[in-house]
Structures are given as structure tokens and as C-alpha cells.
């Protein structure tokens, strides 16, 4: 077959495509080439950039948004310009960066990928927690520091088996966050979201209907709630006094779900032990943020999800949901306005 032939034939294969709007970041090459081949296959792809230069000349044709980390952001005026938009296809699982009654009125879906970041998000969770208690971070400095000679006894940590973990928040991260706690030996307590009584033995969970109980009895507390009205601001000044001067913060759900201004306090003036975090509110934060500096903080940039294994499967996911979204077909993954 000729390669005018073959330039033809992919020529009409790609006209046959849906049309989307992608983050820049795909365009750029921040991530592996193969995952944004994913998109690609299904898809004739449109950069935010790209748009941004010829916006008369895209958007009537894009069908989806394939958002990635919160871009391209969903803005009234950019939605409004897009008259064959069908669906918002969200990598991730939180969809607080979306305005649904919004999208909704527009007639345009909006999909998620539940169940496919649990396992990656627990993993980090329960990373950061032994990171910070057994000091990995600060050990790893020392180790390699120019003028070390010595063990510090400043990097004496705190013993996670055996200790009692509370979650708050037991959907499917929490659970893979107590089933990973459970191989620490861990006494899990959990609060918010009943689970049943197959699931709390399997992980040798105890409920907890106030959460003001769990904060006094835990060691380690870990944050892993969807960002909610109800649940924006959750961990304040009182709730951080509740816990012990021992205990260590762990987020893994959204940087606003906790008052930084009362972690910053409680960290300073020894309320608790230590937070880490793979989240905060802004990300990244200014540069001269006070968090930034305290010894007893521990912070990745939002990386949870950020495996080979998860993001391929994330990617995948927002791809079935969005042809379905554009086909007309059932969707897999839809979220409603509530």
C-alpha cells in the first residue's frame, strides 16, 4: 500500500475521532508518552494551548473534556463556548474542583474513576505515616550528610506496630488504609461511613460514632474523606487539642479538610507530635509558607495516585467513560448532582 494511501486512510480514521480538550501537561510530554497514546487512539486531541490560539476554529468541534489534575479547569466561560460538549471525564476520584448543578444545566456528564486510585492512595498514606514516625526522611539526611559521624538521638521515632490508627473517612481508601494497618498490627478505629460487620472483622475495625473519641485514642490519625462542605475545615483548633501530644496527623484527602493556620500552632507549640501530608490548600504552597519550615512536618506534592500501574489505569478508565459519555451509551462511572 502507497503512503499517499495510508496518509488517506489514517486522514478519515482520524476525522472519525470525537474531538477533545486535554491538559497541556499531555502535550508536554509530563507524563509517558504511552498513557497520552491512550488518549489519542480514541481520541483527536486538543491541548488547552492549542485552544486557547484558535478557539473560533476548535470549540465546536471538542465533545469531551479529559481532565487531568484539575485542568483544563472547568470555567463557566470556557464550558459556555463549547456547544457539542458532552462530558467532563475526571482523572481522579474528588470532583470539589466542579461545579455539577452547573455542568448539569448545560446537559454535559461528568465521570470519575472510583476504585482504581484506592490502592495507590493507601499505599502513600501509609508511607507517609511511617515515614514521619520512624523519621525516614531525616534519617536519609544524616546518612548521607557530609559531616555525619554519628546516630543522632534525635532520630529516636515512635513504634507503629502495635499503636492504634484512626481513619476517618472509610470508603474504599480508608478500608485499603485499614487493611494495611492491620499488617502493622494496628488497632483501627474509624469514624464516618459505617462499614459492616464482615468488613470490621476482616480488618479488626471498631467504629467510633464520635469522632471527638477516635482523635483522644489514636496514635496516628489519617484523613481520608472526600472535600464537602460538611467536611471543609473538619480538623480545627479544638478537634487538634483532642488529640494526643504524641499523635501524628496524616492527610491523604484535601488540603482544606484541615485549618493549616491551627496545624501550624498545634505543631509549634507541641498540641501533637508531627503532621505529613500529600496534601495542602494551596499546591504547592508559597515558598514562605511556616509549614514549609517546621521540623516535624512531613510533605509530598500530591502524588497519591502517581504510580505507573494507577495512572494508566486512570487514564483508561477516563477514556471508556468519555466514548460512552459521547456515544450516547450507559456510563460507567457517572456523577450526579445530589
Not at 252 to 271: E, M
Amino acid at each position: 500500500m502507497s503512503y499517499f494511501i495510508l496518509l488517506s486512510l489514517t486522514q478519515v480514521m482520524e476525522g472519525d475521532k470525537p474531538c477533545a480538550l486535554i491538559s497541556d501537561a499531555w502535550s508536554e510530554h509530563d507524563y509517558p508518552k504511552e498513557l497520552s497514546d491512550l488518549l489519542k487512539q480514541n481520541f483527536h486531541t486538543i491541548s488547552y494551548r492549542e485552544f486557547l490560539q484558535n478557539p473560533v476554529l476548535h470549540a465546536p468541534k471538542i465533545q469531551a473534556i479529559l481532565m487531568w489534575a484539575q485542568s483544563p479547569a472547568a470555567e463557566p466561560s470556557l464550558l459556555r463556548s463549547l456547544p457539542s460538549l458532552k462530558v467532563i471525564a475526571n482523572g481522579g476520584v474528588g470532583i470539589d474542583h466542579l461545579d455539577l448543578p452547573f455542568i448539569a444545566s448545560l446537559g454535559v456528564k461528568v465521570t470519575n474513576t472510583p476504585g482504581v486510585v484506592s490502592d495507590a492512595t493507601a499505599d502513600i498514606g501509609m508511607g507517609l505515616l511511617l515515614a514521619s514516625a520512624r523519621k525516614i526522611v531525616q534519617g536519609h539526611q544524616v546518612a548521607v550528610g557530609h559531616k555525619t559521624n554519628n546516630l543522632p538521638a534525635s532520630l529516636m521515632g515512635f513504634e507503629v506496630t502495635g499503636s492504634t490508627l484512626g481513619i476517618i473517612g472509610m470508603g474504599h481508601i480508608g478500608y485499603k488504609i485499614a487493611q494495611r494497618g492491620k499488617g502493622f498490627e494496628m488497632k483501627i478505629l474509624y469514624h464516618n461511613r459505617n462499614r459492616s460487620a464482615e468488613d470490621e472483622r476482616a480488618v479488626g475495625a471498631t467504629y467510633c460514632e464520635n469522632m471527638d473519641d477516635l482523635l483522644r485514642r489514636s496514635d496516628f490519625v489519617m484523613l481520608a474523606v472526600n472535600l464537602t462542605p460538611e467536611t471543609t475545615g473538619l480538623i480545627g483548633q479544638r478537634e487538634l487539642s483532642l488529640m494526643k501530644p504524641t499523635a501524628t496527623l496524616v492527610n491523604v484527602s484535601r488540603g482544606l479538610v484541615v485549618d493549616q493556620d491551627a496545624l501550624v500552632k498545634a505543631l509549634q507549640s507541641g498540641t501533637i507530635h508531627a503532621a505529613a501530608l500529600d496534601v495542602t490548600h494551596p499546591e504547592p504552597l508559597p515558598r514562605d509558607h511556616p509549614l514549609l519550615g517546621l521540623p516535624n512536618v512531613l510533605i509530598t506534592p500530591h502524588v497519591g495516585t502517581d504510580t505507573y500501574q494507577t495512572t494508566r489505569r486512570m487514564v483508561e478508565v477516563m477514556v471508556e467513560n468519555a466514548r460512552a459519555a459521547v456515544n450516547g451509551l450507559p456510563i460507567p462511572n457517572e456523577v450526579k448532582p445530589q
